[in-house]
């Protein structure tokens, strides 16, 4: 068996796993919620938050330490995601329908893992915050965001590790610009 074989083998498994979980309505209406938040939405919530308790110029402090690894991480993102064209699950699946829509038409890598995940690590950097509650929230944030987009139909655990995984070398090379 090829890898390749192998590992869509792995997110078959772990996709139908997932979806035995059976989600109330009002559960799935606030993760849905949730999960919309990982469009960005949150990340101009944090920058009010700074605005509001640190001041403007820390809010553009941060918006100059970050915009390096945004730049970065969509760059790197948008080039895997349109060679690779990997199907999203609810494709590939005639069971699934998806109720989330999607933000683009590829699944592979999960960019709402990635992007959010390397906004993070640099906000983690910039607060230097590393191992405090903090830390936990904004690196298991965009971690829960892909296991959700998993249960919806909209990625593969692969995508998902693929952006965990891209997120750190992104980090890695905007952290030479912060």
Sequence with gaps: MKII???????????????????????????????????????GLVLLYFALFDGISKMIEVIKAVAPLV??????????????????????????????SPMDKYSFPSGHTMNNLTISFGLIHFINQTGTFLTIILVLVPLSWGILRIYYGLHWLSDVLAGVILAGLCFGIGSLFM
């Design 71 to 100: 730049v970065i991480s969509l760059v790197v993102y948008h080039a895997i995601k349109l060679t690779v064209r990997r199907k999203r699950p609810y494709e590939l699946l005639p069971d699934i329908k998806p109720t989330i």
């Design 5 to 43: 074989e192998k590992i869509h083998s792995f997110d078959l498994r772990f996709f139908y796993s997932l979806r035995t979980f059976n989600l109330s309505k009002t559960a799935d209406k606030l993760l849905t919620f949730y999960i919309y938040l990982g469009d960005g939405y949150i990340w």
